[in-house]
């Protein structure tokens, strides 16, 4: 084993692997791979094998669709059979609600590039023949689906990797992580130490393990999972005999089953409802080639609807079932990336669909490592989206929720009920009997809408229980006035002599004066955006920060990344340490004034001023800014104040008509405003002039901020999309986001958030085109639940277009 490598990979499964082989492909050539006892050891040798592009995520489909294709090209360069077979695959829906689904997911694909088709259920059962075509109402079929060989695709992986130049090392156990001063991590196994400047966890059912090691607490759990497999079937013989081929995949949702053909039988598979979690606190490190012992009962329910659905499996033996344990995040999504804290050491756990995502995990690390960035839209799959609030106990409940909802449904207005409620904020309890229905973002409980007695949200693709009642609050706003709780954004305060310099180096915008607040684009090196902040002046050398609430780990990772060490600048996130409340629409001001001593008067206190202020006995940040696009005002106070603010504001706005109002009505509000969201509208994939916000960015100011020389370059050769705001002709249901936008009877382009705008009265939504035809006055329609709807380019938004209200 050498003693210094530049990269040092903990873990042979099929993700370290890929890993691996991607590190090497793109010129890191000194490289290692340490495995603890044989390839495969871990969650990867008894997997299925199967694999498919579909995603309910387009990004993690992209990189699924990368992952399939890429399997020829290990195959042909290791020389290394991997057994592949790509039968197609046929997803099933028993309900409408589900055929609704498998819709979106179509139209998704459809950007994309993906090749599915809806077909009917006798469709389904000429090509998939096991299938009782009465259970359905219809199903999509995705040609490029199949299976593998688990373990040969990994060793591919791994002799491709090496043929490039890696060294492997298998029955050699990392058993601790120290990183030196100097940066470097040692690497310290039970047959020697090696220095490495990047060490990768890839330990899989272990990740947790080498995560303590450097004191992480990942937020990851293994699960049980079990498959069977039948004895050979007539029925499947008779089928490969008269089409020649195999029997295609088969994904039943509402059985929770996914099947596929085993030499002469069928492989079963389910999540079931009765999940049960494995090794809860630690993994033991003799735990390998074993299996767990099967719970048939446990998977009776799923089994039962698999008879019925598939009625040939009623007369098929079991030949066999697998039970084995593999890793899940609490939203089933990989956790990959780099650290915040830990330079060096990063992560690729949690990978739940190896053999689908493998290659893009290793594909988007490999980038991340060697050029700083994963080069595609990770955000999905990014370690950074969770902190250190996402606890072992939390991480156990979400996961066997996520786990047991594998194949479930979730609305666009369901939220899950477990590891809730988390975090509370001291008025929690009051919106609570003020009728708040809660959603839970970044951990905190954060009011959605706020019903009457005995109504609350029925969960549908379509409006539902809450539209009139979210309604009711965004024309309250509108009218009146607005109150509602934005303890959810992150806060940042950036102090010191330094700190002017720095944001004028890490902000794209312009650092406004003292007492004045800017919106300020974050980039990085290739122009994209990867923050939208609000900027806020306190003093010289005291500046507070806010963005977006579920990015805050991720924007800490940025920011302490590029920190000087001479101390001269420190960043402080909040959390719910600082907490808010907004107060917006026509009576705002009037409602305020009543309980400050502040002169707030158009001309006293400007849209963008912030100043140190009293509201009634608490004191309190006032900025005069409201994402609402209205006059409106933030007020930020320690949340010992909340309650007492809360109060006091709601009693002052009584008597001017001022309603609480919650995130729906707030999205509902923005979007007639055309103001794009963090996660949604901004992504790192997206430039400045692309997303309407070149106007933020001082291309002009003397700083050499990071991203201006992209910036310059997308000003001149003007990007490749626009972000547009479209009114869009729809009936019973609105866009949430990713359906297609169709120009001229082609789809070009996606939507990326939606809804209905209450006080426009219209449906609306906001998404990327291409820039060509960006300012098309005609030719638009956006794909919802199966049908095509006119849709109508906003080229002003539909709210206070000149912002007279909101400057007022
Ligand atoms: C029953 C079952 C069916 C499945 N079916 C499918 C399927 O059809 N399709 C699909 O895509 N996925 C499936 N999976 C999931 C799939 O197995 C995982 O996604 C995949 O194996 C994850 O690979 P990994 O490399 O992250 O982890 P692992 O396979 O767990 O590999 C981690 C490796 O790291 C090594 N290691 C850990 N710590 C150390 C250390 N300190 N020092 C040295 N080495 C260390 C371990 O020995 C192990 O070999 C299934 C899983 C199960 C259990």
Same mark, same amino acid.
């Given at each position: 084993m050498k003693s210094h490598a530049k990269a040092v990979v903990i873990g042979g499964g099929v993700v370290g692997c890929s890993v691996l082989y991607h590190l090497t492909k793109f010129g890191w050539t000194d490289v290692v791979l340490l495995e603890r006892s044989q390839l495969t050891s871990g969650s990867t040798w008894h997997a299925a094998g199967g694999m498919h592009t579909i995603n309910g995520d387009p990004n993690v489909a992209k990189l699924q669709q990368y992952t399939i294709q890429l399997y020829k090209e290990i195959e042909e360069l290791s020389g290394q059979d991997i057994g592949l077979h790509m039968t197609g695959g046929i997803m099933l829906a028993a309900t409408e609600a589900r055929f609704d689904w498998l819709k979106g997911i179509l139209a998704k694909g459809r950007y994309l590039g993906l090749e599915a088709e809806l077909v009917t259920p006798a469709e389904a059962a000429e090509l998939m023949?096991?299938?009782?075509?009465?259970?359905? &109402?219809?199903?999509? /079929?995705?040609? *490029?689906?199949?299976?593998?060989?688990?373990?040969?695709? !990994? +060793?591919?992986?791994?002799?491709?990797?090496?043929?490039?130049?890696?060294?492997? =090392?298998?029955?050699?156990? &990392?058993?601790?992580? &120290?990183?030196?001063?100097?940066?470097?991590?040692?690497?310290?196994?039970?047959?020697g130490e090696i220095v490495a400047e990047h060490v990768v966890n890839a330990g899989g059912l272990w990740a947790r393990e080498v995560g303590r090691m450097v004191g992480l607490e990942l937020p990851l759990l293994a699960m049980e999972h079990m498959y069977l497999l039948t004895d050979?079937?007539?029925? *499947?013989?008779? =089928?490969?005999?008269?089409?020649?081929?195999?029997?295609?995949?088969? *994904?039943?949702?509402?059985?929770?089953?996914?099947?596929?053909?085993?030499?002469?039988?069928?492989?079963?598979?389910?999540?079931?409802?009765?999940?049960?979690?494995?090794?809860?606190?630690?993994?033991?490190?003799?735990?390998?080639h074993e299996l767990l012992a099967p719970d048939l009962d446990r998977i009776a329910p799923s089994l039962e609807v698999g008879f019925r659905h598939f009625p040939a499996f009623q007369n098929a033996g079991i030949k066999q079932i697998i039970n084995g344990p593999f890793t899940f995040a609490p939203d089933g999504n990989p956790l990959v990336g780099p650290v915040a804290g830990l330079p060096g050491y990063w992560c690729a756990c949690a990978v739940m669909a190896g053999f689908s995502q493998g290659g893009g995990v290793g594909l988007a690390l490999a980038n991340w490592m060697i050029e700083g960035d994963p080069g595609f839209d990770v955000f999905a799959m990014d370690v950074a989206r969770y902190g250190n609030w996402a606890?072992?106990?939390? !991480?156990?409940?979400?996961?066997?929720e996520n786990y047991s909802r594998r194949f479930s449904i979730r609305y666009p207005n369901e939220e899950l009920p477990a590891a809730r409620p988390l975090k509370t904020t001291p008025i929690y309890d009051l919106m609570l009997s003020k009728g708040a229905q809660m959603g839970a973002s970044w951990g905190l409980e954060q009011p959605l809408w706020f019903a009457p007695e005995g109504v609350s949200d029925s969960f549908s693709w379509r409006r539902s229980t809450d539209f009139e009642h979210v309604g009711a609050e965004a024309r309250a706003v509108r009218e009146a006035a607005g109150l509602m709780e934005i303890s959810g954004f992150a806060k940042y305060t950036v102090e010191g002599f330094g700190a002017r310099d720095w944001l004028d180096t890490m902000l794209a915008g312009r650092i406004p004066a003292e007492g004045r607040m800017t919106l300020a684009p974050m980039l990085k090196e290739d122009g994209k955006l990867i923050g939208d902040f609000t900027l806020a002046n306190l003093s010289a050398e005291r500046y507070f920060i806010a963005g977006s609430g579920?990015?805050?780990?991720?924007?800490?990772r940025w920011f302490e990344a590029d920190l000087p060490d001479d101390g001269s600048v420190t960043v402080v996130p909040h959390g719910v340490g600082i907490t808010g409340l907004s107060v917006a629409g026509p009576k705002s001001r009037e409602i305020l004034q009543g309980l400050t001593r502040t002169d707030l008067s158009a001309d006293a206190f400007k849209f963008m001023d912030i100043a140190e202020a009293e509201i009634g006995m608490a004191p309190v940040i006032l900025s005069r800014i409201s994402y609402t696009g209205d006059l409106g005002y933030e007020i930020w106070c320690a949340p010992e104040y909340l309650r007492y603010l809360f109060q006091a504001i709601l009693e002052a706005g009584e008597p001017h008509g001022l309603k609480l109002f919650g995130l729906r009505a707030l999205n509902a509000l923005r979007l007639e405003k055309g103001y794009g969201s963090w996660a949604r509208e901004y992504r790192p994939v997206y430039g400045p002039l692309e997303a309407g916000l070149d106007r933020f960015v001082a291309l002009k100011k003397e700083a050499d901020f990071i991203g201006k020389a992209a910036a310059l370059g997308e000003k001149e050769d003007g990007g490749a999309l626009r972000l547009r705001t479209f009114v869009v002709e729809a009936k019973d249901a609105d866009?949430?986001?990713?359906?297609?936008?169709?120009?001229?009877?082609?789809?070009?382009?996606?939507?990326?958030?939606?809804? /209905?705008? +209450?006080?426009?009265? *219209?449906?609306?939504?906001?998404? /990327?085109?291409p820039k060509e035809i960006a300012n098309e006055e005609t030719g638009w329609e956006i794909e919802l639940l199966g049908a095509r709807l006119a849709a109508q380019l906003q080229k002003r938004p539909l709210f206070d277009p000149d912002g007279a209200r909101m400057r007022g």
């Open positions: 023949p096991l299938i009782d075509p009465s259970q359905f &109402v219809g199903a999509l /079929y995705d040609p *490029v689906e199949g299976h593998l060989d688990p373990s040969g695709t !990994t +060793h591919a992986y791994a002799k491709a990797a090496r043929k490039n130049g890696a060294e492997i =090392h298998i029955e050699t156990r &990392v058993e601790d992580l &120290v990183q030196k001063p100097d940066g470097t991590w040692r690497v310290i196994t039970d047959k050979d079937m007539p029925e *499947v013989a008779a =089928h490969n005999a008269a089409t020649a081929k195999e029997m295609l995949h088969a *994904v039943d949702f509402d059985g929770e089953l996914y099947l596929r053909q085993e030499r002469k039988g069928m492989l079963m598979g389910t999540y079931e409802k009765a999940c049960v979690p494995w090794s809860e606190i630690d993994t033991p490190w003799d735990f390998g606890t072992l106990a939390y !991480t156990n409940a979400k996961v066997r579920i990015a805050e780990e991720y924007h800490m866009v949430i986001g990713d359906e297609p936008i169709w120009f001229n009877g082609e789809v070009n382009g996606w939507v990326t958030s939606g809804g /209905y705008a +209450h006080a426009s009265n *219209v449906s609306v939504a906001m998404g /990327y085109v």
